[in-house]
């Protein structure tokens, strides 16, 4: 089983959805949780970070952790087309442990 | 006025050529990787250094030798390039990586091996 699974999609919806990206993961010792958005042909960019379990809300976007189920997940509402890209989730543990990252799930807003 | 740059963006070369790779972060962080980005878009860590010093080195081949001449700048020099080395290769800095903190990312360097 691989540390970290996520569904590479890809997804699509229209313009104003509701949409929900979810990875799952198997080490339990994960404490920080993110999500990263990728435009192609660019580099990762911080999209929420989350520590231990509970939800964030930015806007509109929305992360939820759920260590007891080894979940999380993200929400995006009143989705537009600029939305339309990678999403990847990454987790670490304390110390130097380097970021785990799913494989990223790609995501289409149609107008 | 660029977070994290690399040099240079495409690089396309033949087979058992050696080339660099070069990371230049403005941020003042004190950890800088190296990620490796395949085909099908899984993003991998390579290398670690915090403050000029390896602390991360994944199972990577020994063709690739990351070098650190100041807590800003982390290289990458690949030897004896195979076509399997084709990806992007992402930089990235972190201040504290000991609580999580975020890592910025570079905007790539698309490599090509013939």
């Known amino acids: 089983q691989k540390e970290v699974e996520q569904d590479p999609g890809p997804l699509s919806v229209p313009e104003g959805a509701i949409v929900s990206l979810n990875c799952t993961y198997s080490?339990?010792?994960?404490?920080?949780f993110m999500w990263y958005r990728q435009y192609s042909r660019k580099g990762p960019e911080l999209l929420m970070y989350?520590?231990?379990?509970g939800n964030k809300e930015d806007g509109r976007f929305t992360a939820q952790v759920d260590k007891s189920s080894k979940y999380i997940s993200l929400f995006i509402r009143d989705s537009q087309p600029s939305d339309s890209a990678t999403y990847l989730c990454?987790?670490?543990?304390?110390?130097?442990?380097?970021?785990?990252f799913g494989k990223g799930t790609r995501l289409s807003v149609i107008a | 006025d660029t977070a994290v740059s690399q040099t240079p963006k495409y690089l396309v070369t033949q087979m058992g050529n050696d080339k660099s790779i070069k990371c230049e972060q403005n941020?003042?962080?004190?950890?800088m990787y190296w990620y490796k980005q395949d085909s099908k878009k899984f993003l991998k860590i390579m290398f670690s250094?915090?403050?000029?010093?390896?602390?991360i080195n994944e199972t990577v081949p020994n063709r690739f030798s990351p070098k650190s001449p100041d807590k800003a700048h982390l290289n990458l020099h690949i030897n004896s390039l195979e076509l399997g080395d084709s990806a992007v290769y992402f930089c990235?800095?972190?201040?504290?990586?000991?609580?999580?903190?975020?890592?910025?990312f570079g905007p790539g360097t698309r490599l090509l091996v013939l």
């Open positions: 990235a800095s972190s201040q504290d990586p000991g609580r999580g903190e975020t890592q910025y």
């Open positions: 080490n339990s010792a994960f404490q920080y």
């Open positions: 989350t520590y231990s379990s």
């Open positions: 990454a987790m670490t543990n304390s110390g130097n442990t380097p970021l785990v």
């Open positions: 941020l003042g962080h004190d950890t």
């Open positions: 250094y915090n403050n000029k010093e390896l602390i």
